[in-house]
């Protein structure tokens, strides 16, 4: 049996067309990285995921021994066929092919036209789930992930090697460019959270998506939908009931201990305890942010000027009692807080704030890149993360270009 060579699809982003392997929508499926309480079927019936099924790399369905519930009816065995659109499992011929006559669910990432449905075997209907409208991010920040996790394990000496050539105002230009296109996908993702789960639950959904690090976002987004704010406010929430909930699920290997979910669940319990209103503290630290000078501006006099480091040390005090601080609250503030604030009031100086502020857990590649370009030194241009966002940008329109 060969192995499957899996498609790519163009998609139109915001800012132009990017490709969307159908390998990355099969991770997606296999984390678990959406809503599952409010997965339903394209025939009505809400859909519990009870097992993925295991991820079949040769030939046949996507993912083999799954276990799925409709509605209260008994649990169903069987395989799953993952696809971005429903169109492709007659493409591919599927109906007419043994090796596929077990499959019980097809995951697709665009919800099927009008009655349009997946046939097996003698024109069995076979269930059918979109999971676009159930996704926790947006398709431009899936392949932005996904081209991190792929360009970690090359050298980042090419980046010098192919951006070296250009002058620094082009450099700047480029990097400035794409930064601005990050920082607005990011407002754009932030406008819709709080459009589907209101202020409060955007927040904490936000807190722990941060919370989970790039491999724990999944399970603790599932944990965010499970226990809301109020139970954690409340005194609800038990760390280790928590924590068993997602047992299985959890991405513990190579995950340094102070990134360890348990560490990072009693450390969001110890948030929500000591600051129970804390998203009304984050509308309050919105209006408190003094004016700053332009997105063009040298960050190291901006800093200075409106002493960056004690207004870092104050916000975390006020948001999170102090139970989150250093790069990772830098994320919370740059991958959160910024754009939740930007989506919530028109105007403003987020995104100045956003691009002059602290690095944060970014991948060492970047920053080690950004270096060797000369555009950060330490001193004169300390690392920033609005810079380091763009020269990720870069290298995801570059992985990603059709």
């Given at each position: 049996?060969?192995?499957?060579?899996?498609?790519?699809?163009?998609?139109?982003?915001?800012?132009?067309?990017?490709?969307?392997?159908?390998?990355?929508?099969?991770?997606?499926?296999?984390?678990?990285?959406?809503?599952?309480?409010?997965?339903?079927?394209?025939?009505?019936?809400?859909?519990?995921?009870?097992?993925?099924?295991?991820?079949?790399?040769?030939?046949?369905?996507?993912?083999?021994?799954?276990?799925?519930?409709?509605?209260?009816?008994?649990?169903?065995?069987?395989?799953?066929?993952?696809?971005?659109?429903?169109?492709?499992?007659?493409?591919?011929?599927?109906?007419s092919d043994p090796a596929y006559?077990?499959?019980?669910?097809?995951?697709?990432?665009?919800?099927?036209?009008?009655?349009?449905?997946?046939?097996?075997?003698?024109?069995?209907l076979i269930p059918v789930v979109?999971?676009?409208?159930?996704?926790?991010?947006?398709?431009?920040?899936?392949?932005?992930?996904?081209?991190?996790?792929?360009?970690?394990?090359?050298?980042?000496?090419?980046?010098?090697?192919?951006?070296?050539?250009?002058?620094?105002?082009?450099?700047?230009?480029?990097?400035?460019?794409?930064?601005?296109?990050?920082?607005?996908?990011?407002?754009?993702?932030?406008?819709?959270?709080?459009?589907?789960?209101?202020?409060?639950?955007?927040?904490?959904?936000?807190?722990?998506?941060?919370?989970?690090?790039?491999?724990?976002?999944?399970?603790?987004?599932?944990?965010?939908?499970?226990?809301?704010?109020?139970?954690?406010?409340?005194?609800?929430?038990?760390?280790?009931?928590?924590?068993?909930?997602?047992?299985?699920?959890?991405?513990?290997?190579?995950?340094?201990?102070?990134?360890?979910?348990?560490?990072?669940?009693?450390?969001?319990?110890?948030?929500?305890?000591?600051?129970?209103?804390?998203?009304?503290?984050?509308?309050?630290?919105?209006?408190?942010?003094?004016?700053?000078?332009?997105?063009?501006?040298?960050?190291?006099?901006?800093?200075?000027?409106?002493?960056?480091?004690?207004?870092?040390?104050r916000l975390a005090g006020q948001?999170?009692?102090?139970?989150?601080?250093?790069?990772?609250?830098?994320?919370?503030?740059?991958?959160?807080?910024?754009?939740?604030?930007?989506?919530?009031?028109?105007?403003?100086?987020?995104?100045?704030?956003?691009?002059?502020?602290?690095?944060?857990?970014?991948?060492?590649?970047?920053?080690?890149?950004?270096?060797?370009?000369?555009?950060?030194?330490?001193?004169?241009?300390?690392?920033?993360?609005?810079?380091?966002?763009?020269?990720?940008?870069?290298?995801?329109?570059?992985?990603?270009?059709?």
């Open positions: 049996m060969q192995p499957v060579t899996h498609a790519v699809t163009e998609i139109q982003g915001l800012y132009g067309t990017f490709v969307f392997p159908e390998k990355l929508l099969q991770k997606i499926w296999l984390r678990g990285d959406f809503n599952r309480a409010l997965a339903v079927a394209a025939d009505g019936r809400r859909l519990t995921v009870l097992h993925p099924g295991k991820w079949n790399l040769l030939g046949g369905p996507d993912f083999k021994g799954a276990r799925v519930r409709f509605d209260e009816g008994p649990d169903v065995h069987g395989d799953i066929e993952v696809h971005v659109r429903i169109a492709d499992w007659d493409a591919h011929r599927h109906a006559d077990q499959v019980i669910l097809h995951v697709i990432l665009f919800p099927p036209g009008a009655g349009r449905v997946t046939r097996g075997a003698g024109g069995t979109a999971l676009l409208p159930l996704l926790h991010h947006d398709l431009e920040e899936f392949a932005a992930d996904e081209a991190v996790e792929t360009l970690a394990n090359r050298a980042a000496a090419r980046i010098p090697e192919e951006l070296g050539g250009l002058a620094p105002d082009e450099l700047d230009a480029l990097l400035s460019r794409h930064a601005i296109a990050r920082w607005e996908q990011k407002v754009h993702f932030a406008t819709l959270r709080i459009q589907r789960l209101g202020w409060e639950e955007a927040c904490h959904f936000t807190a722990l998506d941060v919370l989970g690090y790039r491999y724990n976002r999944a399970p603790m987004l599932r944990v965010a939908g499970r226990w809301p704010l109020r139970r954690w406010t409340a005194g609800g929430a038990s760390v280790d009931e928590i924590f068993a909930s997602e047992a299985g699920q959890w991405s513990l290997q190579g995950v340094r201990p102070a990134n360890h979910p348990k560490t990072r669940i009693k450390q969001y319990a110890r948030w929500t305890q000591q600051r129970p209103g804390w998203p009304e503290a984050v509308v309050e630290v919105g209006r408190q942010l003094p004016p700053t000078g332009k997105w063009g501006d040298g960050t190291r006099e901006l800093r200075r000027n409106v002493a960056l480091g004690c207004l870092r040390s948001v999170c009692g102090d139970a989150l601080a250093g790069t990772r609250f830098d994320n919370l503030v740059c991958d959160g807080l910024l754009p939740l604030l930007a989506a919530r009031a028109a105007g403003g100086n987020h995104a100045v704030w956003w691009h002059h502020w602290y690095a944060g857990d970014l991948p060492p590649l970047l920053l080690t890149g950004l270096r060797r370009l000369g555009v950060f030194d330490g001193q004169a241009r300390p690392a920033c993360h609005g810079t380091a966002q763009g020269l990720l940008g870069w290298l995801v329109a570059r992985e990603s270009k059709p």
